[in-house]
């Protein structure tokens, strides 16, 4: 997660180190903040009082091996996103999937729909750019080629609040800054591709999806110099969210680059992306593409399934992708209440938990809003978890000023985690330090840990587990909210490499 512009003072009062017995299993009496994080700690200007770290074994019920300020609130940033992919592989299972529904409202000669396509959202987390391609190319595959009426956007399945992509740190174009949607078509997100011609002296610019009513200029001009900033090099005017320019140059040292930009007009994304795919793959659509809801009397005519939810974990937890985390916490309101604690680490293995869309009933279920899920995922962490307060997910992101967890209650959750069925699905989403995801240019050893990274201005954290060399595993959690956070990564990579050295 991306660093923003905002203060968030951790308190300052205790701040020596608390040997307490946790949920998680009894404390090694005496135990304090390792010399080397302490010292890291020290150069960081970060005052103990703003870190709580819990280390223990992986097995529920372990030894706790070190807790400090275990059980204080904290602001996790990314790291809850450990609670919500959790959440959703007891509560759906890892083979769920999601199913975008089509439906015709005329009939089809000779390659002519008289009437109007729909497309029905189910809450997809990664429906990207060519996944879109195929859901189109299996409509044509209906013998569609030519739409006399519109295409219909259903975005029903979600009732959620306005959003402005700037309330929270003032960066519109970041796709971090996206929000959730029943049908979010590529994290709405366009992505600039650059490649250098020096034969013509210009960078090729090329733009997916193709989006309607949208045109980027071909090519810029190559220029010389770091490829540090490069974004900024190219002077990007988005005034005109139609027309985009570029009045620098592109640094040729920098090779080929992506860059993945939210659109300035997100409500406008998916009907612009669906329309450009469409004009692409050679469709004739006489209408628009607009949102509306589909009539109660039709029926499916086409479903289109998501990747299932284990790999949408993966992306979610590698990646810190955000919206994709705001769509799985907004799919646990799906689950009824009394089902919440039916699952606790035995059911749904093959994803089947409900239907995604009842044939019977093709009417919109109630609409997912962010109070109903979290309502579920309450429900859900204490019967399954901890009867102890439930953490304050807010979005399930961790995009937030206000959510809260405590280190030990993230340390109970991963403990859990250890001796369910979910175990395997959950550590290998998770970042391998020095490998992969967000700690692939970590400091520490190579697959020294799977952990998830959380970074704000104020708060850096990891949780995860650690490989000790003897073949152990431990539970680390470590949380730090203070202003000098992002100096204090170093003393958070001295607790690990502490973590992996016991005995």
């Known amino acids: 997660m991306k660093r923003v ?22 404390v090694l009496a005496g135990q304090a903040l390792p010399p080397a994080v ?7 200007a970060v005052p103990p009082a703003a870190v709580a770290v819990v280390v223990a074994d992986a097995v529920p019920g372990g030894r706790v091996l070190l807790a400090h300020r275990a059980h204080e609130p904290m602001n996790p940033a990314s790291v809850m996103k450990l609670v919500t992919t959790t959440a959703a592989l007891d509560l759906l299972g890892p083979a769920f999937v999601w199913r975008t529904a089509v439906y015709t409202d005329g009939p089809v000669h000779d390659g002519v729909l008289h009437g109007s396509l729909y497309l029905r959202g189910d809450g997809d987390p990664k429906l990207v750019s060519e996944r879109l391609w195929l859901l189109l190319r299996r409509v044509q595959g209906l013998g569609i080629r030519h739409i006399t009426g519109d295409i219909v956007l259903d975005r029903s399945a979600f009732a959620l609040p306005p959003h402005d992509p700037a309330a929270f740190d003032g960066e519109p174009l970041r796709p971090y800054n996206a929000a959730p949607d029943a049908l979010l078509v590529n994290f709405r997100a366009q992505v600039l591709t650059f490649v250098p011609d020096e034969a013509a002296g210009v960078a090729r610019v090329l733009l997916e ?7 980027v200029p071909d090519t810029v001009p190559l220029g010389e110099g770091p490829c540090d900033d490069w974004r900024a090099t190219l002077r990007p005017d988005w005034t005109d969210a139609r027309r985009p320019r570029f ?7 920098c090779g080929q680059r992506l860059w993945a930009v939210a659109h300035p007009q997100p409500e406008r994304f998916a009907a612009r992306a669906v329309a ?34 284990a790999e949408v974990v993966r992306d979610v937890n590698k990646f810190s992708n955000n919206v994709m985390a705001q769509q799985l916490l907004l799919t646990l309101a799906r689950v009824p209440l009394g089902e919440a604690s039916a699952g606790c680490g035995r059911g749904r293995r093959d994803g089947s938990l409900l239907p995604v869309i009842d044939d019977r009933a093709p009417q919109p279920r109630t609409a997912a809003t962010f109070d109903s899920a979290r309502t579920v995922l309450q429900a859900w962490w204490r019967a399954c978890v901890s009867d102890a307060a439930p953490p304050r997910v807010d979005n399930g992101a961790g995009l937030s000023r206000d959510a809260r967890v405590t280190a030990a209650a993230l340390a109970q959750l991963l403990q859990w985690v250890w001796a369910s069925p979910w175990m395997p699905d959950l550590t290998a989403s998770l970042p391998l330090a020095g490998v992969d995801g967000t700690l692939r240019r970590s400091a520490m050893g190579a697959a020294t840990a799977h952990l998830k990274t ?14 000790a060399a003897n ?15 992002r100096a204090a990564r170093p003393a958070l990579e001295a607790l690990v490499a502490w973590a992996a050295a016991l005995p």
């Open 247 to 253: 009045a620098g140059r592109y640094p040729r040292a």
């Open 454 to 467: 959380g970074s704000l201005a104020d708060v850096q954290a990891l949780a995860g587990y650690v490989h």
């Open 5 to 26: 512009w905002w203060r968030w003072w951790a308190r300052t009062a205790g701040g020596g180190v608390v040997m307490v017995a946790l949920a998680v299993g009894p």
């Open 276 to 309: 450009g795919v469409w004009a692409q793959l050679g469709g004739v659509l006489d209408g628009a593409v607009r949102d509306g809801v589909v009539p109660g009397h039709l029926t499916p005519r086409l479903w289109f399934e998501s990747v299932p939810l």
């Open 471 to 485: 073949g152990r595993r431990r539970v680390l959690v470590a949380i730090v909210n203070h202003p000098h956070a």
């Open 38 to 44: 302490q010292r890291a700690l020290d150069r960081a």
């Open 209 to 215: 999806p193709p989006l309607a009513e949208v045109t």
